[in-house]
């Protein structure tokens, strides 16, 4: 069964980094749509990452910042946010059909999606199923998304489910050229991340 799983997340994988530029996806800019292709690919054969940085939020009632630590294996996720908006630690861990989130001095709560989840309970209509994507630099490949690309044929900005996400910093971690600091702009949600550490894996390989 577990191979089973890691078969289907592989190949899964490599059909979205496969997809080069498809009807869902529109691409301007000054990158070379070979390099994009190529950098594309090998960022979507990564399965498996840590993360340490910061976060801030901006809402109509209520903005802040505090520390991110974010845990990916493969379908399951562990996001941990220290501080922002006064609320303390929150944990958001899950994998497809099941996410629960804890909020520190108020309870756990569950739900089958995490985007569903933090809205009701925190009030943030943040699309956390495409973060997977966009926090590597990749547009989400189930909804269409116009990207432009920078000199280095990687994203400068990307539009996509009502979202603007602009990449302002990329880092060099274990020759993988991953975001270091990104604005996402959606209707009354705005989110800085910058990203102090990287520790991308390939864990299906």
Known sequence: MFLRHLIVFSFIALLAGCAGFTARESVV?????????????????LDGWQIDGKIGIRAPKDSGSGTLFWLQRQEYY???LSGPLGRGAARLTGRPGKVSLEVANQGRYEAPSPDALLEEQLGWKLPVSNLAWWVRGLPAPDSKSRLTLDGDSRLANLE???????YTAYTEQNGYWLPERIKLHGTDLDVTLVIKAWQPRKLGQ
């Open 29 to 45: 800019g000054h990158g070379s749509p070979a390099q994009w292709r190529e950098h594309k690919l090998q960022l979507a054969s």
């Open 160 to 166: 996509q489910d009502g979202w603007q996400v602009e």
């Open 78 to 80: 562990d996001i941990r």
